[in-house]
Every structure is written in structure tokens, then in C-alpha cells.
């Protein structure tokens, strides 16, 4: 078994659940257990109940159930794969949802990758579709009233009946048990396209790789990374690349010019068309004072076809404060390529407001319009300087005797103070840290100033505070030699704009 895919295959179990409840639609089944589907276990060397039963699926091939258990591929009978002494189907060069030891063990080739998502149907898909998930064969969107689902076959119905007749063309046919009931059949969509009672399609599933997926080029020709000669010792043809067939699925060339295969029934190629998307879907912006402007945000846009997105034209800005700050993207999206859309927010009053974004073009747009988000909060102008106070003892070494001396004098020790921005507005001007306190006691410090990026980065580098942005001053400790010995007192300070002036304490001691 060479280039298979298999994603998420889920194993199930039927069981008996609990009474059934009862309606006017179904008298008395609350005298009876339900037939149940659970997720699978293994127990001894067959399958068991575990306990969870399946997340209900609320949309067609819905994705995501945290209960679900899987195993890919096995051989009826074979009991627990490959846990109990029977032997597993071995695929090679293949993706599959679980490791290759252990319980719902799906091989041991190391040439596969497990529990990868091979990325199947996305955007920049040859034929994009959706990722589909396996669940109950009764459609969610065809779901009716009450506990009934699907397309419900009355009792009596046989196969020459012509009504009703339910999609897919599949007939119903009337099975009695051994109690002489009927029992109602229900099924769900056996079809690549799911349409809903009103025929109109409502999922188009796809087996296509999509742009970026581990699974595009997985089975090289040669046995080693090389891609073309296969030649010398242990440098074969890869078993894998000559059992694939020469074209995929839709009749699409695999091997040109020795080229690469993908896993699965699909070569993934890169459509001849525009195939465009914004990121983020939604945006919220951090609470912002009223008349001050946040960050930018990045949205982006991303067009993984083959060819130009032309027209693009960003729409629904300015409105309630937001406004589009700058980007990239201009009318032009080549194929294979991004641009970004910069959006700031600037609330003009208390509360919460919204806007939206829109980017339209020559085909349309995954993802548009963006929803934005922002809350409008009072200004509050803070900062703190950590830490708050600092405590050293150093010899007497300054200003120092020869060069030697005057060296050792300006590699004393220093202390890093940070000046933080805790409130929401931007704080300035941000000026130098000053020393204060007894000025014979100053003498015995320094601020170090900034130089090629060491030393204080407040009033040098940096002259406006963000929230919750920061700037240092470096202070050091330089005891003369001049002055006796004992505690040298003073101050750092920094003013913060309308936080007002930081201040921590200095206690270097001189001996």
C-alpha cells in the first residue's frame, strides 16, 4: 500500500443506550433502550464501548469532535490493530490519523507521516472544497422537527413505491424484523456533493492537497532527497514514486519530468485563477482611551491562485474610529502572494463600537467583510520605576590612578531601573534620569547614557512611552576615594509625562 491518505476516520461501536424518550409523534418508546453509537475502545482483541458518545455533527462533515476516536484502516475480525498478535495492513509513504505503535495502531513504516492534517480542500485547491469529517449518514441540514432527521421512509413503503423520492436517488425499501414490525429507514449523503431537502447544494467535498500541504511532493523518485538520477549505492527509485500511477484523479499528469508525487488521489496544482482570503475573520482591538489611538492591526490578505486578483478596493473605513492606517495592498494582488491592511482605532467616546472591513475584487473574497471590534475607556495616565530602591557596597576605586585604575573605576557595577507605562495613554515627553539627594552623595553615582545600545534607553532612545511599553537608565555606583567611608544616600528619578516624576532610592555604601 504506497501514497495513500486517510484522515480521521472515526471508529465506532453500536450499543444499547439508555430508555427512550417519548412524544406524541413516538408513543411508548420510553419503554425501550435506544440503539446508540459510541466511540470505540479495544478491549482483549475486539472492539468495545467507551463510554462517550459522539458530539453531534450540526453542519455536514463537521470537523472537530474532542471524543472521537479513529482508526484509519484494518481488516474485519482483525480485532484490536495490531495490539493483540495480529498483524496490521502496512501502508507506506501514506498519511494516517495515529501513530504507528500502540493501541489503534495503523503501521510501522517510518516513511509515513502520523498525525499530520494532510490540509485537504482549502483554499489554492485545484477543486476547493471542504474537509470532511465521517459521522451520521442523516444530513444536519436536513434535520425536521422534533427528534426526526432526513428523509423518513412511512411504514408499509416498498421499493415500487414512487413516492416519497428521497435525493441521491436511492430508493427506500420496507425491512420487517423478526417482531413482524417495520422498521423505518433512514440514510444520509452517499454523494461527493450533499444538496438539502430543497435540492440546493449545501457541501462540495474535495480530495484535493491544499497550498502548503506536507502531503504536495511527499514521494520523491530517488531514495535519497535528489530528485532526478537515482544512481550509486542505496540511491534506487523509491518503490513508492513507480507504484503511483502516471495520473491523478482528474486525469492530471503526476511524473513529468521525474517530478515529485503527492500522497492521495489528487496532484495538487495551482489553480489558473484567483483564489483570495482575509485573515483575521475578526478583530478585536484592546480597550482604548477615549481620543487617544491604539496599535495598528494587521489584517491580511492572501491570494494562493495562480493568477492576478485585480481591483482590490478596501471599503467600510473610516467609521466609529477605526480607520485604515496603512498596508501594502494596492489594486494588484499577484498570484502566490499577500499584502496587508494596517487598522487603528481611535474612540471618541465611552463604550463598546464596531465597524467592518471589506476587501472586494475581481473574484470573491474568503474571510470579507472582517469584523472589527473596540471599547472606548477613560484615559488613565501611570507608570511605575522597578526597582524601587537599590542597595550596594563597593570599595573606594574612583576616579582611579593611571589607566588602569580610571578603567577599573568605569566597569564598577550598575543597576538597570525600568520605567514602565501601566496606564492607557501614551506618555510624554520621556526626559534622562536625574540623581538627586545630598550632593557630595550624588558625586559617588553616574547615569550611563546610551551608546551603541548600552546604557539608558529613557530620554535617549526613547522619548514617548507606549502602554505598556518601557525605557531603562543604567545607574552605577562609583565611590571616591576622596570621601570617608560609610552609606552615600541619593535618588533616581524619572518624570513620566502625565504619570508625574518616578522616583527610587539609592543606598550604596563606601568602603
Same mark, same amino acid.
Given at each position: 500500500m504506497y501514497n495513500d491518505l486517510f484522515w480521521q476516520n472515526r471508529a465506532?461501536?453500536?450499543?444499547?443506550? +439508555?430508555? #427512550? @424518550? $417519548? !412524544?406524541?409523534?413516538?408513543?411508548?418508546?420510553?419503554?425501550?433502550? *435506544?440503539?446508540?453509537?459510541?466511540?470505540?475502545?479495544?478491549?482483549?482483541?475486539?472492539?468495545?464501548?467507551?463510554g462517550t458518545t459522539p458530539t453531534p455533527q450540526t453542519a455536514t462533515g463537521q470537523c472537530g469532535d474532542s471524543t472521537a476516536k479513529y482508526w484509519d484502516i484494518g481488516v474485519r475480525g482483525q480485532g484490536?490493530?495490531?495490539?493483540?498478535?495480529?498483524?496490521?495492513?502496512?501502508?507506506?509513504?501514506?498519511?494516517?490519523?495515529?501513530?504507528?505503535?500502540?493501541?489503534?495502531?495503523? +503501521?510501522? #513504516? @517510518? $516513511? !509515513?507521516?502520523?498525525?499530520?492534517?494532510?490540509?485537504?480542500?482549502? *483554499?489554492?485547491?485545484?477543486?476547493?472544497?471542504?474537509?470532511?469529517?465521517?459521522?451520521?449518514?442523516?444530513?444536519?441540514?436536513?434535520?425536521?422537527?422534533?427528534?426526526?432527521?432526513?428523509?423518513?421512509?412511512?411504514?408499509g413503503t416498498n421499493e415500487s413505491n414512487a413516492l416519497p423520492a428521497p435525493p441521491f436517488q436511492l430508493q427506500p425499501a420496507a425491512t420487517v424484523d423478526e417482531g413482524n414490525n417495520w422498521i423505518n429507514l433512514r440514510w444520509g449523503p452517499l454523494s461527493l456533493n450533499v444538496v438539502?431537502?430543497?435540492?440546493?447544494?449545501?457541501?462540495t467535498f474535495s480530495a484535493d492537497p491544499a497550498s502548503g500541504s506536507l502531503a504536495v511532493d511527499f514521494v520523491k523518485r530517488c531514495l535519497t532527497t535528489q530528485n532526478s538520477g537515482c544512481t550509486g549505492t542505496g540511491n534506487?527509485?523509491?518503490?513508492?514514486?513507480?507504484?503511483?500511477?502516471?495520473?491523478?484523479?482528474?486525469?492530471?499528469p503526476r511524473k513529468g519530468g521525474n517530478s515529485s508525487v503527492d500522497v492521495g488521489a489528487v496532484e495538487f496544482a495551482i489553480p489558473n485563477f484567483a483564489v483570495v482570503s482575509v485573515s483575521p475573520s475578526s478583530v478585536t482591538f484592546p480597550n482604548t482611551a477615549v481620543g487617544s489611538t491604539s496599535a495598528a492591526q494587521t489584517l491580511t490578505v492572501s491570494n494562493t491562485g495562480g493568477a492576478a486578483f485585480t481591483g482590490l478596493t478596501v471599503t467600510g473605513l473610516p467609521a466609529n474610529g477605526f480607520a485604515r492606517s496603512g498596508g501594502t495592498c494596492t489594486g494588484t494582488l499577484n498570484g502566490s502572494s499577500t499584502c496587508t491592511i494596517l487598522v487603528t482605532f481611535t474612540p471618541g467616546a465611552l463604550g463598546t463600537v464596531g465597524a467592518s472591513v471589506s476587501v472586494t475584487g475581481s473574484v470573491a473574497v474568503t474571510g470579507s467583510p472582517v469584523g472589527l471590534t473596540g471599547t472606548g475607556v477613560a484615559?488613565?495616565?501611570?507608570?511605575?520605576?522597578?526597582?524601587?530602591?537599590?542597595?550596594?557596597?563597593?570599595?573606594?576605586?574612583?576616579?582611579?590612578?593611571?589607566?588602569?585604575?580610571?578603567?577599573?573605576?568605569?566597569l564598577d557595577g550598575s543597576q538597570t531601573f525600568t520605567l514602565t507605562n501601566t496606564g492607557n495613554v501614551t506618555l510624554s515627553p520621556i526626559p534622562t534620569?536625574?540623581?538627586?539627594?545630598?550632593?557630595?552623595?550624588?558625586?559617588?553615582?553616574?547615569?550611563?547614557?546610551?551608546?551603541?545600545?548600552?546604557?539608558?534607553?529613557?530620554?535617549?532612545?526613547?522619548?514617548?512611552?507606549?502602554?505598556?511599553?518601557?525605557?531603562?537608565?543604567?545607574?552605577?555606583?562609583?565611590?571616591?576615594?576622596?570621601?570617608?567611608?560609610?552609606?552615600?544616600?541619593?535618588?533616581?528619578?524619572?518624570?513620566?509625562?502625565?504619570?508625574?516624576?518616578?522616583?527610587?532610592?539609592?543606598?550604596?555604601?563606601?568602603?
Amino acid at each position: 500500500m504506497y501514497n495513500d491518505l486517510f484522515w480521521q476516520n472515526r471508529a465506532l461501536v453500536v450499543g444499547v443506550g +439508555g430508555l #427512550s @424518550t $417519548t !412524544n406524541a409523534n413516538t408513543p411508548f418508546t420510553n419503554q425501550q433502550n *435506544a440503539v446508540t453509537m459510541y466511540n470505540a475502545a479495544w478491549s482483549g482483541t475486539s472492539a468495545a464501548n467507551s463510554g462517550t458518545t459522539p458530539t453531534p455533527q450540526t453542519a455536514t462533515g463537521q470537523c472537530g469532535d474532542s471524543t472521537a476516536k479513529y482508526w484509519d484502516i484494518g481488516v474485519r475480525g482483525q480485532g484490536a490493530p495490531g495490539a493483540f498478535g495480529t498483524t496490521p495492513l502496512t501502508p507506506t509513504y501514506s498519511f494516517l490519523t495515529n501513530s504507528g505503535t500502540g493501541n489503534f495502531q495503523e +503501521g510501522t #513504516s @517510518t $516513511t !509515513n507521516d502520523y498525525g499530520v492534517n494532510p490540509a485537504l480542500g482549502g *483554499a489554492g485547491a485545484a477543486h476547493p472544497g471542504s474537509l470532511y469529517c465521517d459521522g451520521s449518514r442523516v444530513p444536519p441540514e436536513a434535520a425536521i422537527a422534533l427528534q426526526f432527521a432526513g428523509w423518513q421512509v412511512p411504514p408499509g413503503t416498498n421499493e415500487s413505491n414512487a413516492l416519497p423520492a428521497p435525493p441521491f436517488q436511492l430508493q427506500p425499501a420496507a425491512t420487517v424484523d423478526e417482531g413482524n414490525n417495520w422498521i423505518n429507514l433512514r440514510w444520509g449523503p452517499l454523494s461527493l456533493n450533499v444538496v438539502n431537502q430543497q435540492n440546493a447544494p449545501i457541501f462540495t467535498f474535495s480530495a484535493d492537497p491544499a497550498s502548503g500541504s506536507l502531503a504536495v511532493d511527499f514521494v520523491k523518485r530517488c531514495l535519497t532527497t535528489q530528485n532526478s538520477g537515482c544512481t550509486g549505492t542505496g540511491n534506487g527509485v523509491n518503490p513508492a514514486w513507480t507504484a503511483a500511477p502516471s495520473t491523478d484523479f482528474y486525469g492530471n499528469p503526476r511524473k513529468g519530468g521525474n517530478s515529485s508525487v503527492d500522497v492521495g488521489a489528487v496532484e495538487f496544482a495551482i489553480p489558473n485563477f484567483a483564489v483570495v482570503s482575509v485573515s483575521p475573520s475578526s478583530v478585536t482591538f484592546p480597550n482604548t482611551a477615549v481620543g487617544s489611538t491604539s496599535a495598528a492591526q494587521t489584517l491580511t490578505v492572501s491570494n494562493t491562485g495562480g493568477a492576478a486578483f485585480t481591483g482590490l478596493t478596501v471599503t467600510g473605513l473610516p467609521a466609529n474610529g477605526f480607520a485604515r492606517s496603512g498596508g501594502t495592498c494596492t489594486g494588484t494582488l499577484n498570484g502566490s502572494s499577500t499584502c496587508t491592511i494596517l487598522v487603528t482605532f481611535t474612540p471618541g467616546a465611552l463604550g463598546t463600537v464596531g465597524a467592518s472591513v471589506s476587501v472586494t475584487g475581481s473574484v470573491a473574497v474568503t474571510g470579507s467583510p472582517v469584523g472589527l471590534t473596540g471599547t472606548g475607556v477613560a484615559a488613565v495616565s501611570a507608570a511605575t520605576l522597578t526597582p524601587t530602591s537599590w542597595t550596594v557596597s563597593r570599595t573606594r576605586n574612583c576616579p582611579g590612578t593611571g589607566i588602569l585604575g580610571q578603567l577599573a573605576c568605569s566597569l564598577d557595577g550598575s543597576q538597570t531601573f525600568t520605567l514602565t507605562n501601566t496606564g492607557n495613554v501614551t506618555l510624554s515627553p520621556i526626559p534622562t534620569g536625574v540623581l538627586g539627594g545630598v550632593a557630595a552623595n550624588v558625586q559617588n553615582y553616574a547615569v550611563v547614557g546610551s551608546l551603541l545600545g548600552f546604557g539608558s534607553t529613557c530620554g535617549n532612545t526613547v522619548t514617548t512611552l507606549a502602554p505598556g511599553a518601557t525605557c531603562t537608565v543604567l545607574v552605577q555606583f562609583k565611590p571616591l576615594t576622596t570621601q570617608a567611608v560609610g552609606l552615600k544616600a541619593a535618588t533616581i528619578s524619572v518624570t513620566a509625562g502625565a504619570a508625574g516624576t518616578l522616583t527610587s532610592t539609592l543606598n550604596g555604601t563606601a568602603q
